[in-house]
């Protein structure tokens, strides 16, 4: 093939928006001109390639855009070592129909028993199935919220909070939030109500969140909202990080104790 064709193709990938396709132009050309290739095969093979392309990219841009504070998939998860967990209803919940419906998935535990791993890979499924996601931890959530109520930016930072399909907030119960924050958090709740999925982890039971916002009433509204669509997951299991301490001979269980039940420090 002549140069000035073979810059004139550049050039149409380029316009076209066609990168991959640009920057492996030369290779695919002697390899098809090798193999052989029809027509119809060489230019379903150079397309393939492109929405390749693209599709690794918008998920790598989501994947960012989403801010997950590390990447664990449902692979990863040990089900085993946590089997009060159904895997049925984690492989329906990635299957993404909730987001679809505008569900909610509360994933309520102790710590240390995979909640945020879960939530974490749940919301990589979704990126995978081009569903815009957002991760914020509940303190990181109340702060924002409250630094924009002060700001009299309140209405423009909960629209944003809503335009994404699907919002995970981790660690509700961790800290206690005021009045004022439980308010901010029902304003939210309320504006994604039937709009879009939330996945909210808490190493509270739901009866213990009066305490957790302050505020019965307030926890009442929330959990109305919340409970109305959604899907609930009870972990009943022991510590992951503790197992690995108990591994790694940091800890060791009591005498008269089943191993990871209880531990104490390695003297």
Not at 48 to 58: F, G, I, M, N, W
Not at 205 to 219: E, H, N, Q, T, Y
Not at 221 to 229: C, E, F, G, I, S
């Amino acid at each position: 093939m002549s140069t000035p064709q073979l810059q004139r193709l550049h050039g149409h990938c380029h316009r076209l928006r066609l990168y991959r396709v640009e920057a492996e132009l030369t290779t695919l050309l002697e390899q098809a001109a090798k193999r052989d290739l029809g027509y119809a095969d060489f230019l379903d093979e150079l397309l393939a390639l492109e929405v390749r392309a693209k599709a690794e990219k918008h998920l790598a841009m989501r994947t960012a855009m989403a801010r997950f504070p590390f990447h664990k998939t449902l692979e990863s998860f040990d089900f085993k070592f946590q089997p009060s967990i159904d895997p049925k209803v984690i492989r329906e919940l990635a299957a993404g129909r909730y987001i679809e419906n505008a569900e909610n998935a509360l994933l309520l535990g102790p710590p240390g028993v995979g909640k945020t791993h879960l939530a974490v890979a749940l919301g990589l499924a979704a990126c995978a199935q081009g569903v815009r996601t957002l991760f914020t931890t509940a303190t990181g959530l109340i702060a924002t919220l409250g630094k924009a109520f002060g700001e009299n930016r309140l209405d423009e930072r909960l629209k944003l909070l809503t335009q994404p399909q699907l919002l995970i907030i981790d660690e509700i119960g961790y800290i206690p939030i005021d009045r004022h924050g439980a308010n901010l958090f029902f304003q939210l709740v309320s504006r994604r109500y039937e709009r879009g999925a939330i996945i909210l982890t808490s190493n509270q039971s739901l009866g213990a969140w009066g305490d957790v916002f302050g505020d019965p009433v307030i926890a009442t509204a929330v959990l109305d909202r919340l409970l109305h669509h959604s899907i609930t997951v009870n972990i009943r299991g022991e510590s992951y990080r503790l197992r690995e301490k108990l591994k790694a001979g940091l800890l060791k269980p009591k005498l008269g104790t089943a191993a990871g039940a209880a531990a104490e420090p390695t003297p």
